[in-house]
């Protein structure tokens, strides 16, 4: 094989588009929890970790460090919520080559990974409606730990433990749309692929030093 052994994507605005579902969930634990309202959009920036995205809007709308039990209980509504919230999002749809991106990767021979920020449980949620699933054979997420550079060093080590062997960068490929997947490619010792399809353009990715940037999965995947 030539091209990357090991392919380790995020989910949100990499892969699918959710129609907002999280933030109406993370909105909907928040008031049924502590009465309150609650727009992580406007406290926490895309790339952060689930637990980065709790703790900072707890922090702004309760004006005080949560308790690990009231993280415990807000995770477990958002969670709950999610589940329903997903499958009514109008707007939910598989972003443009992703499902052919992972079909033909797959069949090339790389294992594929999911890298996400969120939590084990949300991940999973999120790909249900499109049937992304089926496509990954492991994962790192939020809940592994709230530092996104770690949870990326997470999944390069499964990566390397499914192989056997250590992988050098070139065959690991980190996949997301923020500069912060970027930067956790990089700090994984991966080779980092910026897509211009969530709140960043490819300039701005360019500019975090990708190592290639598509401005969709439509166009052709490198090593493929």
Same mark, same amino acid.
């Given at each position: 094989?030539?091209?990357?052994?090991?392919v380790l994507f995020d989910i949100d605005e990499t892969l699918v588009h959710t129609g907002g579902a999280g933030t109406r969930s993370w909105?909907?634990?928040?008031?049924?929890?502590?009465?309150?309202?609650?727009?992580?959009?406007? $406290?926490?920036?895309?790339?952060?970790?689930?637990?980065?995205?709790?703790?900072?809007?707890?922090?702004?709308?309760?004006?005080?460090? @949560?308790?690990?039990?009231?993280?415990?209980?807000?995770?477990?509504?958002?969670?709950?919520?999610?589940?329903?919230?997903?499958?009514?999002?109008?707007?939910?749809?598989?972003?443009?080559?992703?499902?052919?991106?992972?079909?033909?990767?797959?069949?090339?021979?790389?294992?594929?990974?999911?890298?996400?920020?969120?939590?084990?449980?949300?991940?999973?949620?999120?790909?249900?409606?499109?049937?992304?699933?089926?496509?990954?054979?492991?994962?790192?997420?939020?809940?592994?730990?709230?530092?996104?550079?770690?949870?990326?060093?997470?999944?390069?080590?499964?990566?390397?433990?499914? $192989?056997?062997?250590?992988?050098?960068?070139?065959?690991?490929?980190?996949?997301?749309?923020?500069?912060?997947?970027?930067?956790?490619? $990089?700090?994984?010792?991966?080779?980092?692929?910026?897509?211009?399809?969530? $709140?960043?353009?490819?300039?701005?990715?360019?500019?975090?030093?990708?190592?290639?940037?598509?401005?969709?999965?439509?166009?052709?995947? @490198?090593?493929?």
């Amino acid at each position: 094989m030539t091209g990357p052994l090991a392919v380790l994507f995020d989910i949100d605005e990499t892969l699918v588009h959710t129609g907002g579902a999280g933030t109406r969930s993370w909105a909907w634990a928040f008031d049924q929890l502590h009465g309150v309202p609650a727009d992580i959009g406007k $406290h926490t920036s895309a790339g952060e970790t689930d637990p980065q995205v709790g703790r900072e809007t707890f922090r702004a709308v309760l004006g005080r460090d @949560p308790s690990h039990e009231e993280m415990m209980r807000l995770y477990s509504a958002y969670l709950w919520h999610l589940s329903e919230e997903i499958w009514s999002s109008k707007t939910y749809r598989v972003l443009d080559g992703a499902e052919a991106t992972l079909r033909r990767l797959g069949r090339a021979g790389a294992i594929l990974g999911v890298v996400s920020g969120a939590m084990e449980g949300a991940a999973r949620l999120k790909m249900e409606p499109g049937k992304l699933g089926r496509y990954f054979v492991f994962g790192a997420y939020g809940s592994d730990s709230p530092d996104r550079e770690q949870v990326t060093r997470l999944a390069v080590a499964k990566a390397a433990r499914l $192989h056997g062997r250590a992988l050098a960068r070139t065959e690991v490929y980190v996949v997301g749309d923020t500069p912060r997947d970027i930067e956790a490619a $990089h700090a994984a010792d991966a080779t980092a692929i910026g897509v211009a399809s969530g $709140h960043y353009t490819a300039q701005q990715l360019r500019a975090a030093k990708a190592d290639y940037v598509l401005k969709s999965l439509k166009e052709s995947f @490198p090593g493929l």
